[in-house]
């Protein structure tokens, strides 16, 4: 009963891994696309 909490617990952890992973991603994406597009627009302002 002890192990198969202990492997539960593990594979919660693994899981919240993943999420952290992929919001870290999609969130690097979002500012990497607001840089740019402020940059775009500052650029165009600056023409």
């Known amino acids: 009963m002890d192990e198969q909490r202990e492997h539960a617990h593990s594979w919660w ?3 919240a ?3 952290w ?3 870290a991603s999609v ?3 979002a500012v990497a696309a ?3 597009k402020a940059l775009m627009r500052a650029a165009g302002m600056s023409n």
């Open 27 to 29: 969130g690097a994406l």
């Open 17 to 19: 891994w993943l999420v």
């Open 13 to 15: 952890i693994r899981l």
């Open 34 to 36: 607001f840089a740019m």
């Open 21 to 23: 992973i992929w919001a």
